[in-house]
């Protein structure tokens, strides 16, 4: 197993190559952003020189025998130095800005596109929520990653150097002095921000808790309620507020004695160098203005090397975030074309399934030698007790996984070779209850065929017994309907999903039939709405409740993975002690034995 410090360096580079790749686009503007950096640290550093000799000059000489144009001179190269420090900073700010735009608008895109094209069973395994702070967080560690380098670490950079490498020139004691302090301060800072980690982490943590019990109980706000269990809600509550409380303070309380540390070496190294520049003028080796170049030089680098331990605690935060994405994107997609894969071709619409074996990565097999064929313009309906295997197989079908064994045909075209999108474009599926965009409802039935025309959509809407309606919302078609279609009831919801399956008018459809009970109304128009659908085209219906199959051409009778028996209805019942005989009974309990007497 790796050592802790090997995974973090492990976590690093790959984010660095990520990052990097996709700052290659832009070298322009990344150059511009790190010399202008560089140029007005440089210019910072030389700044002050021009008034320590200002000021050597106002010490040393009689004011009535100085030369005017000489210190005008000065202060106008001091002016001209600031002047190209103001205009990099501009220069500076305005580069980076437009570059990390560019990237981060670049980076969710990549992020997103990449993420799109993983398999069903990537999103089976992990949660929209969580894939969605990561596309997030991927972009915006950027932007905490360059901001950190160019203002916090490039610029205490040079401008330590430059200072250091000045007071050299001036005092090797001076120089040597602020060179020590310099790096013990840095030592000190990540010696503090490191003792201070798990602080911090623990007010983090306390954080989350807080806002996971807050939002526990809002979600759950009607339970609440209903049992009358507010008061418990409260001292639920008010104890993870109580811990947060704690564990803040805690980590305030660090931050306020990492500054009082901070403070006192900012005082040792002003009294220290005072003392020695005290010293050194004395013996005449400085001057006055060096006295004060020493001032600018020890403030402007407190300034820069003072938030230096949480910079590198921020940068590695921002690495770790990232990191998150790039394990996304370092997983390759599950599902993907064949080389050289051709679209499909669909003329007929016949189904051949042969020999088909799958099973679920690291679990038990769940169809084994599964042979199906289906005829162009044939219905079939899937039954079987649940786990059997009905869903797999229609998954499989739409390629959301690739079978461990044997094949798929479409029209004697194996459906592994050739490209996702033909095929699924070949197929329309209405899942067993459908989601919705958070989008109009016009947007939502279209997604059925993107280019389709109002006219379109509502002749869709009509079959699919929905405009009705749909035109009694005030908005119409115009409205946004939630999160996932949560504004609609279950059959609305389910007619909806109708229309776009008929509006895409592909020549295979595969039904898996809402379990939930909907009331005998919804049930009568969504009969209608399917036999709409289901006209001339090739049928696979999932089929939890046996009443509404018995008028399907074929039904084929599902048990552990395999096909048990096949017919049609009568057929079936006609077996009796037989799997379809038995969940018939179940299902149509009384009537059978009714009709049986
Ligand atoms: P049915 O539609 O007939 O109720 P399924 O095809 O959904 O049955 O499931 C068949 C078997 O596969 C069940 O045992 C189920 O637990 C298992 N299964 C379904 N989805 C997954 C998955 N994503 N990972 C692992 N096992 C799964």
């Given amino acids: 197993m790796p050592s802790e410090g090997n995974t973090k360096v492990a976590r690093v580079w790959p984010v660095i190559r990520a990052y990097a790749k996709a700052a290659r686009r832009y070298p322009w503007l990344i150059g511009i952003v790190f010399l202008s950096g560089l140029v007005i640290e440089l210019l910072?550093?030389?700044?002050?020189?021009?008034?320590?000799?200002?000021?050597?000059?106002?010490?040393?000489?009689?004011?009535?025998?100085?030369?005017?144009?000489?210190?005008?001179?000065?202060?106008?190269?001091?002016?001209?130095?600031?002047?190209?420090?103001?205009?990099?900073?501009?220069?500076?700010?305005?580069?980076?800005?437009?570059?990390?735009?560019?990237?981060?608008?670049?980076?969710?895109?990549?992020?997103?596109?990449?993420?799109?094209?993983?398999?069903y069973d990537f999103f089976v395994s992990n949660f929209a929520g969580a894939l969605t702070r990561r596309v997030g967080r991927y972009s915006r560690a950027f932007e905490q990653i360059l901001d950190t380098l160019v203002y916090n670490f490039l610029s205490t950079t040079v401008f330590a150097f430059?200072?250091?490498?000045?007071?050299?020139?001036?005092?090797?004691?001076?120089?040597?002095?602020?060179?020590?302090?310099?790096?013990?301060?840095?030592?000190?800072?990540?010696?503090?921000?490191?003792?201070?980690?798990?602080?911090?982490?623990?007010?983090?943590?306390?954080?989350?808790?807080?806002?996971?019990?807050?939002?526990?109980?809002?979600?759950?706000?009607?339970?609440?309620?209903?049992?009358?269990?507010?008061?418990?809600?409260?001292?639920?509550?008010g104890r993870t507020v109580e811990r947060w409380r704690a564990a803040t303070m805690r980590s305030w309380n660090a931050d306020a004695w990492i500054a009082g540390f901070q403070a006192f070496f900012e005082l040792v190294i002003e009294v220290g160098l005072l003392?020695?520049?005290?010293?050194?003028?004395?013996?005449?080796?400085?001057?006055?203005?060096?006295?004060?170049?020493?001032?600018?030089?020890?403030?402007?680098?407190?300034?820069?090397?003072?938030?230096?331990?949480?910079?590198?605690?921020?940068?590695?935060?921002?690495?770790?975030?990232?990191?998150?994405?790039?394990?996304?994107?370092?997983?390759?997609?599950?599902?993907?074309?064949?080389?050289?894969?051709?679209?499909?071709?669909?003329?007929?619409?016949?189904?051949?399934?042969?020999?088909?074996?799958?099973?679920?990565?690291?679990?038990h097999p769940v169809l084994s030698g599964f042979t199906l064929d289906v005829n162009a313009g044939e219905k079939v309906a899937l039954v079987g007790p649940s786990g059997a295997g009905k869903s797999t197989v229609t998954k499989l079908l739409l390629r959301l996984y690739d079978v461990t064994e044997g094949s798929i045909g479409i029209d004697g075209q194996d459906i592994a070779k050739v490209t996702q999108d033909s095929l699924r474009e070949a197929i329309a599926f209405v899942p067993q209850e459908p989601i919705l965009f958070h989008r109009s409802l016009m947007d939502n039935i279209r997604y059925g065929r993107l280019e389709a025309t109002d006219e379109e959509v509502y002749e869709a809407a009509k079959k699919a017994r929905c405009h009705d309606f749909i035109s009694g919302f005030p908005l119409g078609y115009d409205t946004h309907v939630g999160e996932r279609g949560v504004k609609l009831s279950g059959g609305e919801r389910q007619r909806v999903a109708i229309a776009r399956a008929i509006l895409k008018?592909?020549?295979?459809?595969?039904?898996?039939?809402?379990?939930?009970?909907?009331?005998?109304?919804?049930?009568?128009?969504?009969?209608?709405?399917?036999?709409?659908?289901?006209?001339?085209?090739?049928?696979?219906?999932?089929?939890?409740?046996?009443?509404?199959?018995?008028?399907?051409?074929?039904?084929?009778?599902?048990?552990e993975g395999r096909i048990a028996a096949g017919g049609t209805h009568d057929e079936l019942l006609d077996h009796k002690g037989g799997l379809y005989h038995k969940l018939w009974s179940i299902q149509a309990g009384s009537f059978v034995a009714d009709t049986e007497a």
């Fill in 44 to 119: 910072a550093i030389i700044a002050p020189l021009y008034l320590k000799r200002l000021i050597d000059i106002l010490a040393s000489e009689d004011p009535a025998t100085a030369t005017m144009s000489i210190l005008l001179g000065i202060i106008a190269m001091f002016a001209l130095v600031h002047f190209g420090k103001w205009a990099g900073n501009r220069i500076q700010v305005f580069s980076i800005n437009r570059v990390e735009m560019k990237i981060m608008a670049d980076l969710s895109n990549d992020a997103f596109r990449y993420l799109l094209g993983h398999s």
């Fill in 162 to 237: 430059g200072a250091v490498f000045v007071l050299f020139q001036r005092s090797m004691l001076l120089g040597s002095i602020l060179l020590v302090w310099t790096i013990v301060f840095v030592a000190l800072q990540v010696l503090l921000a490191r003792w201070k980690q798990p602080l911090r982490t623990a007010r983090v943590e306390e954080d989350t808790r807080m806002m996971g019990a807050l939002s526990d109980a809002v979600s759950n706000q009607s339970t609440v309620t209903l049992f009358a269990a507010r008061k418990h809600e409260y001292s639920i509550f």
């Fill in 275 to 363: 003392v020695a520049a005290v010293v050194l003028w004395q013996r005449g080796l400085i001057t006055v203005g060096d006295f004060v170049l020493i001032q600018i030089y020890v403030i402007g680098l407190i300034d820069r090397v003072w938030g230096i331990g949480s910079s590198m605690r921020r940068i590695y935060e921002a690495f770790a975030d990232a990191y998150e994405m790039v394990e996304v994107f370092q997983k390759p997609h599950g599902i993907a074309d064949a080389p050289g894969a051709k679209p499909l071709s669909v003329k007929a619409g016949t189904i051949d399934m042969k020999d088909v074996g799958f099973t679920f990565t690291g679990g």
């Fill in 505 to 559: 008018n592909a020549p295979i459809l595969i039904l898996d039939e809402a379990t939930s009970s909907l009331d005998s109304e919804s049930e009568s128009l969504i009969q209608e709405a399917l036999k709409a659908l289901m006209e001339g085209k090739t049928v696979l219906v999932i089929a939890h409740r046996l009443s509404t199959i018995m008028h399907m051409d074929r039904i084929v009778v599902m048990e």
